[in-house]
């Protein structure tokens, strides 16, 4: 018996039907996962590095806001989603502040690089995330830790004078 036309394309059909459905799967594994990413990478806040902190804020006449935070941290990834990725809040802290982030590269190297380290001692940082505003001069006039969503973000940088 000699196999049909018909009997040799449900096969194909088959094979067609699982790649598809293969494909799709994967889709759906990567495209929210690539979402994220992209997401956390946009950041609105015009981040400066830490050498140029200092000169910067006396040149332009503003405070300096450092953002503490570390890969491994859940709560600073909200932050950056809820806080650093918004156009009101990230527009108010380029406006107001000279803005620093630093991460803490600690579990994943080992240690941090001098300067990194050297700021964390200034300001005893030992929790992520921790917000400092400072002078200048580097003088603490505000620090938070932890991060309690967007409001308590706002609060804090609406009255930097007073300790937290």
Same mark, same amino acid.
């Given at each position: 018996?000699?196999?049909?036309?018909?009997? $040799?394309?449900?096969?194909?059909?088959? #094979?067609?039907?699982?790649?598809?459905?293969?494909?799709?799967?994967?889709? @759906? %594994?990567?495209?929210?996962?690539? !979402?994220? !990413?992209?997401?956390?990478?946009?950041? #609105?806040?015009?981040? @400066?590095?830490?050498?140029?902190?200092? /000169? $910067?804020?006396?040149?332009?006449?503003?405070?300096?806001?450092?953002?503490?935070?570390?890969?491994?941290?859940?709560?600073?990834?909200?932050? %950056? $989603? &809820?806080?650093?990725?918004?156009?009101?809040?990230?527009?108010?802290?380029?406006?107001?502040? @000279?803005?620093?982030?630093?991460?803490? $590269? !600690?579990? &994943?190297?080992?240690?941090?690089?001098?300067? @990194? %380290?050297?700021?964390?001692?200034?300001?005893?940082?030992?929790?992520?995330?921790? #917000?400092?505003?400072?002078?200048?001069?580097?003088?603490?006039?505000?620090?938070? &830790? *932890?991060? *309690?969503?967007?409001?308590?973000?706002?609060?804090?940088?609406?009255? /930097?004078?007073?300790?937290?």
């Amino acid at each position: 018996m000699v196999p049909t036309d018909n009997q $040799r394309s449900i096969p194909r059909v088959v #094979l067609v039907v699982v790649a598809l459905i293969i494909i799709a799967r994967i889709a @759906v %594994e990567l495209i929210p996962k690539r !979402q994220q !990413q992209e997401h956390e990478g946009q950041s #609105l806040v015009r981040w @400066v590095p830490l050498a140029d902190a200092k /000169p $910067r804020a006396a040149l332009a006449h503003k405070m300096i806001l450092y953002e503490f935070s570390a890969a491994w941290c859940g709560p600073c990834r909200l932050m %950056e $989603r &809820e806080v650093f990725a918004d156009e009101h809040l990230a527009s108010r802290i380029n406006m107001e502040f @000279v803005p620093v982030h630093i991460v803490d $590269r !600690q579990a &994943e190297d080992g240690a941090n690089p001098p300067d @990194v %380290e050297g700021v964390q001692r200034l300001y005893s940082v030992r929790a992520f995330p921790t #917000l400092i505003v400072a002078d200048a001069n580097g003088s603490l006039i505000g620090r938070v &830790e *932890g991060y *309690g969503g967007p409001s308590a973000f706002e609060h804090f940088i609406d009255a /930097p004078r007073t300790s937290h």
